[in-house]
């Protein structure tokens, strides 16, 4: 690409920050960080009923919580501002007036029951509904005659009755869209509000956006669009729509596929750099196999020729093995901090724990760390330490302390953990052995019940571990509770 890349990403905060937004600002992002280029982020606030503050700065939370950093735009500001819709109502108003006064746009006069009935009567003819362009040659004079009585009036532009409107896509290629069901549409509402068809062009056409990289629900509005850069005069920028994210059912990704939020995804503990690759893969292949790729890894690969025409499926167990890859990586301290909060919030770890708690839930979590994918699940894989009512979890578990030769294991087992001077990993280790001699029983036969009568499970962190986190009064009443010591 020989000219300097200029992407954006337009979200209009007008609610969580859904997962489909975030890819997008993040191709977007990846786009201008591997062409060396300049990644803007502004607001499209023009739908005054839902945009909130609120949801703007989840927005701006979310994107920089993923490390998706702008060079230009909200916040950080630059030369193109400014970058909130709402606070470029003059320029939009100047660019409509310069339409208008060449004859490009027009009034419209037509009252909502009007057109409605129009609509309706195409429709029964079997139409297309498209507006009929009545107002498109009221004469000057009649124009100034009805502002000056204060109709209501929406600015329409005339767009071609015939031919083709061709958008040439990156990802799609060439997608045409049949100019006679455009109609002159509107560009400005009855309260001077510009629509988004009309902002979203001039804002990338003043903003000198190179590439527009969206979801593919915008293919159907980029006609319109190239309509609005054909009478401004200006040059439309590359466009590549990209794929829908679909559920593990293949319909549109919504409520019901469980969380859709990048918030969500934050709250359970999910980590920032897992969730970048993630979303980088959902829609996105690089070449070759790896798919645990490093966030300049990502940057340095990533081309718009890679991006699949067909849907992403957002695939909740990709997520969790990648996720699980990156929390491998980290270290006791990072993987307490993302975990610890969700201890706190079940209430298994007081938020003014003393220190010797916290050392004792760091360990319990590094203990654990095979067996969480994502931070809210050291919740349930915890729970060994902190239930005592528990039962083993199925009949094969229950199966096991039901062995013939259970009751000798953790009797003998009992008093050899009684002998111990200190119990820790290391000293307890060697007790599994002794017994296993002591009886001449196979080494399954002495950890698999221990561990059944210890936790309720047949799998977990390494037993010596555990039995040296729950420490030996716990052990000893637990052991003593599965009512098999002799
Ligand atoms: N505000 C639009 C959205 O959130 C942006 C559309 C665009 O990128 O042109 O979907």
Redesign the pocket.
Known sequence: MSERVRV?????PTGPFHIG?AR?ALFNYLLARHEGGTFVVRV?DTDLKRSTAESEINIKAALRWLGINWDEGIDVGGDYGPYRQMERLDLYKKYTEKLIAEDKAYYCFCTPEELEAEKEKQLADGETPVYSGKCSCLSHDRVEEYLKEGRPHVVRIRAPKEGLVEVDDIVRGKVPFEAANIGDFVIVKSDGVPV?NYC?VLD?ALMKITH?I??E??LS?TPRQLVIYRALGFEPPRFAHVSLILGADRKKMSKRHGATSVQQYRDMGYLPEALFNFLALLGWTPEGDEEILSHDEICSRFTLERVAKNPAVFDIEKLNWINFQYMKQLDADRLFEVCLPHLQQAGRIAKDADAATLTWAKEMVWALREHIQYGAQVVEAAKIFFTDDYAPENEETAAVLREETAPAVLSAFVQELEALPEVTADTVQPLFKKVQKGLGVKGKFVYMPIRVALTGVMHGPDLNVIIALMGRKKVMARLQKSGLLQ
């Open positions: 954006r990403f337009a979200p209009s937004g997008s499209e988004y979203v990338d527009v969206r979801a629900e915008h509005n």
